[in-house]
């Protein structure tokens, strides 16, 4: 059974930082893309970052780029994102998910979390 647990979400004020984790089981690591999305109250979900499992190749959405980090520890199941210089436009529950193809598209994606919130306050 594939799960993938978000961990991490909070209270932040403007300016800090958090780091969320994600644990992915029952999938092959190696053949999945992994991305962190974020869906803010009465918009549409974003995709925030994307690994792609077959070259290593990293994005970020410009509204992160210099503030996010993906990163993956060495077994390659759990996933982080490092938030940094945080805004009130950051806030938002933030989910991970995986697929099997090219790249993270939002809309395509076979497995996602539940999702974490994280809420930075002005």
């Known amino acids: 059974q594939v799960q993938l647990v978000e961990s991490g979400g909070t209270l932040v004020q403007a300016g800090g930082f958090l780091r969320l984790s994600c644990v992915v089981s029952?999938?092959?690591?190696?053949?999945?893309?992994l991305g962190w999305f974020r869906q803010a109250p009465g918009k549409e979900r974003e995709r925030v970052s994307c690994?792609?499992?077959?070259?290593?190749?990293?994005e970020y959405a410009d509204s992160v780029k210099g503030r996010f980090t993906i990163s993956r520890d060495f077994s390659l199941t759990t996933m982080y994102l490092q938030m940094n210089s945080l805004k009130p436009e950051d806030t938002a529950v933030y989910s991970c998910?995986?697929?099997?193809?090219?790249?993270?598209?939002?809309?395509?994606?076979?497995?996602w979390g539940k999702g974490t919130l994280v809420n930075v306050s002005s």
């Open positions: 998910a995986a697929h099997i193809g090219l790249g993270c598209p939002t809309t395509l994606m076979d497995h």
């Open positions: 029952g999938l092959n690591v190696y053949h999945n893309n």
């Open positions: 690994f792609s499992a077959g070259d290593g190749s990293i």
